[in-house]
């Protein structure tokens, strides 16, 4: 196990000088604390772990999410997560993040600079730096709706995506419809970009063909609909699944606004069931993910880790809900409403 010494060997400087630098004395400057850190990240530093002073701090990371808003997708997911950390005696910080703070200090550099044991990631995108880094990471870490392959002390949890879109299209197709379109948001996502494929997959379970034209994706909800929606519904679409509810409410209001009617005219599913969703205009049928149990599988995961027990993937099993928002099929040709362009 590298030590103090280590570190103080490789920079030329006392081993004295090494320990403030760790712990973040006031007479040590930034540039070399920053050197100590990266170079204990290099050869493998770890704090130790039985010494009595050492904190039991753990973090959880978000980025393009707001932690406060209890109405937000992740503020149940980080209070179930808290509801089992703190009661096993860690503390908890709640750090947001951007993608520049991710390229002035590696993860592990920020893992030891706070103290931090651990990490619950949420709302990370593809191109995030630290997701490169992560493939390689010493700190434990779990992501929720990311996954690592190559790191065993980096886990993933989420909801089960296949089922929940078996589900789904099993439940449209019960109600007769057969040309079901698929909107959603861009593919660098992994999350989004499983779940599209998990749509795929699950219409083909099915014996049900992807017509073409009756697809669409893209970064911004608003271009989606108004780029894609009106191609679904002129090539016939007669339900409509979406990557999450955000993009279901958006879909559902732009038809009500092009004339159609939901569910009469076009059925709505979305995934998630969000906060809102319950009380959008129609109520949304939706893939449920219970965030609080998310939360605690998240610190199931990374406490596992944190024990050397290598934790891969922790999934939810899915739950359909179903609301208003779907209906039996038109059997006949839907109306071109004025509002579409020709």
Request: proline share 5%; with cysteine; glycine share 8%.
């Amino acid at each position: 196990m590298p030590t103090i010494n280590d570190i103080a060997d490789i920079l030329g400087i006392s081993k004295g000088t090494v320990s403030k630098a760790l712990n973040n004395a006031d007479d040590v400057s930034e540039t070399l604390r920053k050197k100590v850190l990266e170079t204990a990240v290099e050869i493998g530093y770890e704090r130790n772990r039985a010494r009595k002073d050492v904190s039991r701090k753990l973090c959880v990371i978000v980025e393009n999410l707001n932690p406060d808003n209890p109405a937000g997708l992740g503020y149940d997911i980080i209070m179930g997560f808290k509801k089992l950390a703190i009661p096993a005696g860690w503390e908890v910080d709640v750090v947001p993040i951007t993608g520049q703070e991710q390229r002035a200090m590696s993860y592990d550099t920020f893992m030891l600079a706070h103290e931090y044991k651990g990490a619950f990631i949420l709302g990370f995108s593809l191109t995030d730096p630290w997701m490169k880094e992560l493939k390689t990471a010493r700190t434990p870490a779990v992501l929720y709706d990311n996954y690592i392959p190559e790191n065993p002390r980096v886990g993933y949890i989420g909801v089960h995506n296949q089922e929940g879109y078996d589900l789904a299209v099993a439940h449209l197709k019960s109600l007769g419809h057969t040309r079901i379109g698929y909107l959603g948001g861009a593919l660098e996502s992994y999350i989004i970009r499983a779940r599209y494929e998990a749509f795929l997959q699950a219409m083909k379970n099915h014996g049900l063909e992807v017509k073409k034209g009756c697809v669409g994706y893209s970064y911004f909800i608003s271009e989606c609909t108004q780029r894609f929606l009106p191609m679904l519904l002129k090539n016939g679409v007669t339900a409509i699944i979406c990557c999450h509810d955000f993009m279901a409410q958006a879909v559902a209001t732009q038809c009500l606004d092009l004339g159609y009617q939901v569910p009469k005219d076009i059925s709505i599913v979305g995934f998630d069931d969000a906060p809102f969703s319950a009380y959008a205009v129609p109520p949304l049928t939706t893939v449920r993910q219970d965030q609080q149990v998310l939360g605690n599988c998240g610190f199931y995961a990374l406490n596992s880790l944190m024990n050397r027990t290598a934790i891969s993937t922790l999934l939810l099993r899915a739950e359909l809900i179903v609301r208003d928002s779907t209906g039996p099929a038109r059997t006949w040709d839907l109306p071109r409403p004025r509002k579409i362009p020709a």
